[in-house]
């Protein structure tokens, strides 16, 4: 017997739910794209070239390494920050009384008078203050009398800095400097250098031939320098004798003159009164 039953049909999908998917679908897809854009005008706003990378990755290094600051050292109860602001603002007592708390706090105090050496205001008192330090404060001065600005170089070298007792016992490294500085094109540099060698007389080999030079320098203050110094010498500056004579008797300079027979007196005696000296 044939079923003439109709089965039921499957409900059919409204075209209003094809619409509600295809319109959900639609919103999904544009909000990717446009997140997608997003990144991509980031990216191009802000280039992450190797210079940015670099300067990130050195930043996170040092974030990363730098641990907890040092204390500021301190003296009689103040800080090293204002010890140095008396040593630039101060008056006479008030520098030396710096200069010498400066000191006391030692090689902690170095940076701050390297920084120091280029305020004229406190260049000649920080000087002092590294030639008193000693050891440590050296490489900072030899380094300004070499490679420093001109006013720097003038005041180390003509200041006395170099004859500070604590630096006597480094003559080997301080001598080839005040040589060199014998040769500066600035007559206060090669005065300066020729007086600090005074307190560096025993390497005549080293010093000799520079001074010997200074003896006919061109600047009055450097030949009287150089005139006065040599009798430090002793029986090492015998070669410069009859240049000491030819001074003494000719230079156009009364004061060097009289100092050139000065050190003759004391160098050669004899020679001296065979000259007329």
């Known amino acids: 017997m044939q079923n003439n039953i109709r089965q039921p049909r499957q409900p059919s999908i409204r075209p209003a739910v094809w619409l509600s998917i295809v319109g959900v679908m639609m919103i999904c897809i544009l909000a990717i794209t446009l ?14 070239s190797v210079s940015n990378l670099s300067q990130r990755s ?5 974030k990363r390494t730098a641990g907890p600051a040092a204390p500021e050292p301190m003296h009689n109860g103040r800080r090293l920050s204002e010890w140095v602001e008396d040593l630039k603002t101060g008056d006479y007592k008030t520098k030396g009384v710096a200069r010498d708390a400066l000191v006391a706090i030692g090689p902690d105090a170095i940076p701050a008078l390297r920084e120091a050496l280029n305020d004229s205001r406190s260049l000649n008192w920080a000087a002092f203050a590294l030639a008193s330090i000693g050891k440590e404060g050296l490489p900072v001065l030899l380094d300004a009398l070499t490679n420093g600005p001109l ?18 016992p480094y003559e080997k490294e301080i001598l080839p400097v005040l040589v060199e500085c014998m040769r500066n094109e600035n007559r206060m540099v090669r005065a300066g250098a020729v007086n600090a060698l005074q307190s560096f007389w025993k390497q005549p080999e080293i010093v000799m031939p520079t001074l010997m030079d200074c003896l006919t320098d061109t600047n009055a203050g450097v030949r009287g320098s150089a005139v006065t110094v040599i009798r430090k010498f002793g029986r090492d500056a015998d070669p410069a004798l009859s240049v000491l004579v030819r001074i003494a008797k000719e230079d156009a300079d009364s004061y060097v003159k009289t100092r050139a027979a000065e050190s003759l007196r004391v160098l050669a005696p004899q020679r001296a009164d065979q000259e007329g000296l």
Do not use: W, Y
């Open 35 to 48: 997140s997608r854009k997003g990144t991509s005008n980031v990216a191009t706003e802000q280039p992450l």
């Open 58 to 62: 050195s930043f996170t290094s040092v």
């Open 151 to 168: 006013a720097i170089r003038q005041e180390i070298a003509g200041a006395g800095v170099m004859q500070v007792s604590a630096l006597l």
